[in-house]
């Protein structure tokens, strides 16, 4: 079938050739690009790609050779397994052996792992002690999962790492700081543009966006979805993320909202969490992908995406933003955790300065803008804009702190709360204490 | 059911360090099961479930949260509002019982006023390991004026009764609703409602 009626010839060759059998070992990004416009094809007309390949199409797609084959890297792995680290350890082992894969990923594991619980331990300590950034944050035993699947330990090990620096996981796992309110809000407005009457439906039932996705995200839908098609999301994602993995989450997430809309239209807050569950398992998994590749993100989203990752880049000294490339060539010094610790001061420090006084974010962002869609000002101005030029960005060179933002909205605006005022005091407080932590 | 019954509508969240058992109290509670190896929550989970007292039915809207510190930051966005809370710790764990004294601490400060906190001390069923004494926890609760129970998710001991003893003590007036404000009460869903947990409540 694949064979048959493809125009382009690099999707029509089988994925032996480009797997296996691949006759030219200097032309190595020519393969790799062949690879992934095979994936490209393969997500735009709706097919599915073979089970067997996945190991294979995913280690070339990441490179995973040029962490696995480094001199520096060599004992990487096993010496942070053998490091000590009693907190850790427990950490770990709780939640290693509690990550129970139903009965179709223990099929999958056994071709790799002896004991899968073993080797989630093994993996999620030695990444613990190697990135002291993350160490251990619940969810990643659910990416581990999935990679043990694919791959040996000493490989998923580094895939972890790939899942994490390059794709910008750690901006959910980090220890001091994670990006994960700002991504809320971004995404909240988002879907306001992407899904209105969805998302004047979860207003009406009081359901928030906080509530569901976190463990969509930070597990990149294992925590959701079925077996079977998570490999299928991952597929999209190792393709898709090139570092900029939560762009491909919010997609990912706009698609399966899109796809559910109709029985969550309906949904009160009660309902909601299981029509998800029950509906997400039935879903169409190559059609989710679709839809997400398919996804147009609003020209504010995606500023404020880059933002997030240009501020980044930039304070740690990396000139090149573009993607995964810059930290390709460079995988082992890019995310010191030192620079990172700085970084996030600096980032903070400086929301803390631009927004002081700054009357255009005040005009934007103020907390009573939660109800923006309210003022026809602006609703006009988010039903009618095209999506590419009519909304207009962001200052230039300003960051906004949505992490503030979000906890006004969650904080401080529920106006037919009785306790309104003893929240507002408590939450101002709580507020002072999570900007600089 | 008595369809003169009062329903009433309370939001409750369950707070304590990871792996203490609070998910499996919920799932004891609103599906009667339990699980050896209960998968740890990434965020948050939301479940339902109804208790009948004499006159009154109180209908619990339960948030489950993610024990790991590292999620910390996040659970105010889920106590915020609550009428009630279960602050759990395992009997085998010291830690984790001075984690609970620090979640009832935030509570008291920054919760809703006249929040009724449960202090739970699980896993009762491994009382064999016990580290935290129930005389050391039951004063310390006393002290400061919560509901205490130790219980077993496992074995289910305590655990309707730790649920049914907060809807006694939450205040049944006329402006009780949800947290948010925004849920009209409704009739319950016979159906949905768990003979267990059900009418038991006296």
């Known amino acids: 079938m694949m064979m048959n009626e493809e125009v382009d010839d690099e999707s029509s060759r089988p994925w032996s050739y480009y797997l296996d059998e691949y006759p030219f070992p200097q032309k190595r990004m020519t393969r790799i690009m062949s690879i992934k416009n095979k994936v490209e094809y393969h997500i735009k007309n709706k097919i599915k790609i073979p089970d067997e390949y996945r190991s294979k199409i995913w280690y070339l797609m990441e490179k995973l050779d040029t962490f696995t084959d480094c001199e520096k890297n060599k004992n990487v792995f096993t010496d942070c397994f053998n490091t000590k680290n009693e907190d850790i350890e427990n950490d770990v082992q709780t939640d290693a052996v509690r990550t129970c894969p139903s009965a179709q990923y223990k099929i999958k594991l056994k071709n790799k792992q002896s004991n899968s619980k073993d080797s989630l331990f093994k993996v999620l300590k030695a990444y613990a002690i190697y990135n002291e950034e993350v160490q251990y944050t619940q969810g990643m035993n659910y990416l581990c999962l999935i990679l043990l699947c694919y791959f040996l330990e000493e490989e998923s090990f580094w895939m972890m790492d790939i899942l994490i620096k390059k794709h910008g996981m750690r901006h959910f796992f980090r220890k001091t700081k994670t990006f994960l309110p700002s991504y809320l809000t971004i995404f909240e407005r988002e879907l306001e543009y992407q899904l209105p009457e969805l998302s004047n439906q979860f207003k009406k039932e009081g359901i928030q966006v906080y509530m569901f996705i976190q463990g969509w995200w930070s597990t990149i839908f294992v925590y959701i979805l079925p077996v079977e098609s998570v490999p299928v999301i991952w597929d999209y994602f190792f393709w898709g993320a090139n570092g900029t993995g939560v762009e491909v989450l919010f997609r990912l997430s706009i698609a399966l909202l899109k796809m559910l809309e109709s029985t969550l239209l309906t949904a009160n807050l009660t309902e909601f969490f299981e029509r998800v569950k029950t509906a997400s398992a039935e879903l169409d998994t190559v059609e989710l992908i679709y839809q997400a590749h398919n996804v147009e993100l609003t020209a504010t989203t995606d500023s404020l995406l880059r933002e997030i990752l240009t501020k980044e880049h930039q304070l740690l000294g990396d000139s090149t933003t573009n993607g995964g490339e810059p930290i390709d060539d460079n995988p082992f010094n890019a995310f010191d955790s030192q620079k990172l610790t700085s970084l996030i001061l600096k980032v903070n420090q400086q929301i803390l300065l631009d927004n002081s006084g700054d009357p255009e974010y005040e005009r934007h962002y103020s907390s009573g803008s939660v109800g923006y869609t309210k003022t026809p000002h602006n609703s006009g101005r988010y039903a009618t804009s095209s999506k590419t030029t009519n909304i207009a960005p962001p200052p230039k060179e300003k960051v906004i702190d949505y992490d503030i933002l979000y906890y006004q909205q969650l904080v401080g605006v529920d106006h037919d709360d009785e306790d309104d005022k003893s929240h507002q005091s408590s939450s101002s407080s709580y507020l002072s204490s999570c900007v600089i932590s | ?202």
């Not at chain 2, 085998?92 to 019982?97: L, N, P, T």
């Not at chain 2, 601490?105 to 580290?131: C, H, T």
């Open chain 2, 1 to 202: 059911m008595n369809n003169n019954n009062k329903i009433f509508q309370f939001k409750l969240v369950l707070l304590g360090e990871a792996a203490v058992g609070k998910s499996s109290l919920v799932l004891r509670f609103v599906r009667g099961h339990f699980l050896d190896y209960q998968e740890s929550t990434i965020g948050a989970a939301f479940l339902a479930q109804t208790v009948c007292l004499n006159d009154t039915t109180v209908k619990f809207e339960i948030w489950d949260t993610a024990g790991q510190e590292r999620y910390h930051t996040l659970a105010p966005m889920y106590y915020r509002g609550a009428q009630a809370a279960i602050v759990v710790y395992d009997i085998r764990s010291e830690d984790s019982f001075e984690r609970a004294i620090k979640w009832v601490k935030e509570l008291q400060r920054q919760g809703s006023p006249n929040i009724v906190i449960a202090l739970a001390g699980n896993k009762l069923d491994l009382a064999a390991k016990r580290k935290v004494e129930t005389a050391e926890a039951q004063q310390y609760a006393e002290e400061n004026g919560l509901l205490f129970m130790e219980t077993s998710a496992k074995t289910a001991q305590n655990v309707n009764e730790l649920f049914v003893e907060i809807a006694k003590k939450l205040p049944k007036t006329p402006t009780t609703r949800p947290g948010s404000g925004r849920l009209p009460i409704t009739p319950i869903d016979n159906n949905a409602a768990k003979k267990k947990t059900c009418c038991n409540g006296n």
